[in-house]
Each structure stands twice: as C-alpha cells, then as structure tokens.
C-alpha cells in the first residue's frame, strides 16, 4: 500500500505560480507514476500531468503545458506540481495519485492510490 498526502493549494491571483507537493509513503519502491488530476466544481475529474516515479519522464494534458511542470524526489518520496501563470480555469480541487504498473496512462481508473486532495482558487 501507498499512502498519499497532497499540500500547497490555496487562493492566488490569475498570473500567479504555486507549487503543490505530495508526499508518499508505504511500499514507495513499487510505483511506477505519479499523476496530478484535478476536479472543478460540477465537472468530471480530469487528468492534468504526470511523471515516470523511476526515470522521471513527463506528460501533460495541453492545457496546462508550457505553464505547469511535474517533478519529483525519489530520495525525500515527494512529488511535485508548479503551477506557472495560473488562470481562473485552473480553479479546482487537485489530487495526486499513484500506479504500480509499468504502463503509461492518463485514466484515473489506472491509479490505484490516491491522496484527499488539496484546492486550488485562481481569482482573475
């Protein structure tokens, strides 16, 4: 089992950057991605970004490329999300999650471990 533990949400203004962390804990060795998603009020969880917990390789949804970037380190079991030029669409409730298999996904029925969640307001 993993357990995970998101922070760094909070109200910031349109253009602003934030950085979300999540710390993970448990069986860390046998992760192989972790993926942020994020929920808007009223709207389906939606895949955002992700990255290879082992060799470090990135991907993201095109709305946020270019302005966020996923991170991680594997010695501290942290990961992370900075959140560049952030717009009032970026408003919503973000989660880190975790997959223990080798194959690449953006589903978040792929990702067996998830943390509760830490919110993300963007006024403009």
């Known amino acids: 089992q993993v357990q995970l533990v998101e922070s760094g949400g909070g109200l910031v203004q349109a253009g602003d950057s934030l950085r979300l962390s999540c710390a993970a804990s448990?069986?860390?060795?046998?992760?192989?991605?972790i993926a942020w998603f994020r929920q808007a009020p009223g709207k389906e969880r939606e895949f955002v970004a992700l990255?290879?917990?082992?060799?470090?390789?990135?991907f993201y949804t095109d709305s946020v490329r270019g302005r966020f970037s996923a991170s991680r380190d594997n010695a501290m079991n942290m990961a992370y999300l900075q959140m560049n030029h952030v717009k009032p669409e970026d408003t919503a409730m973000y989660y880190c999650?975790?997959?223990?298999?080798?194959?690449?996904?953006?589903?978040?029925?792929?990702?067996?471990?998830w943390g509760q969640g830490t919110e993300v307001t963007v006024s403009s």
């Open positions: 448990g069986r860390t060795g046998s992760l192989y991605f």
């Open positions: 999650a975790g997959r223990g298999n080798r194959l690449m996904t953006t589903s978040s029925n792929g990702y067996e471990y």
């Open positions: 990255i290879g917990w082992q060799r470090g390789t990135t």
